[in-house]
């Protein structure tokens, strides 16, 4: 089994920061990426930010430049440091850990979700 404990979310104004957190337990052979996804209300889950386990990082194009992920292999746990918040940033941040087994085999394992609401 594995477990991912999501934290940080929270109510932030707009131009406000926030720091998401994932850290992974369980059964872990070998860590392929990890990242946040998330989805507002009525709209498709869309990619955030993903950091693989050699550190090499992708961005959804409307959070390049502001949202910035890292992570500490040892901990198996990836932040997600959001700056410079919008509205249309809110919606419910989800992490993702994808590994592989001895095999080679690739699975997906999801976070329960987080909630970041961008409001004045």
């Known amino acids: 089994q594995v477990q991912l404990v999501e934290a940080g979310g929270g109510l932030v104004q707009p131009g406000g920061s926030l720091r998401l957190s994932c850290a992974a337990s369980?059964?872990?052979?070998?860590?392929?990426?990890m990242g946040w996804y998330r989805q507002a209300p009525g709209k498709q889950r869309e990619l955030v930010a993903t950091i693989t386990g050699a550190g090499g990082t992708n961005y959804g194009d409307s959070v390049a430049g502001r949202f910035s992920i890292s992570k500490d292999n040892a901990k198996m746990t990836v932040w997600l440091q959001m700056n410079s918040l919008q509205p249309e940033d809110t919606a419910v941040y989800y992490c993702k850990l994808r590994m592989s087994n001895y095999l080679g085999s690739l699975y997906d394992y999801w976070g329960q979700g987080t909630q970041v609401t961008v409001s004045s």
């Open positions: 369980g059964r872990i052979f070998s860590i392929n990426d």
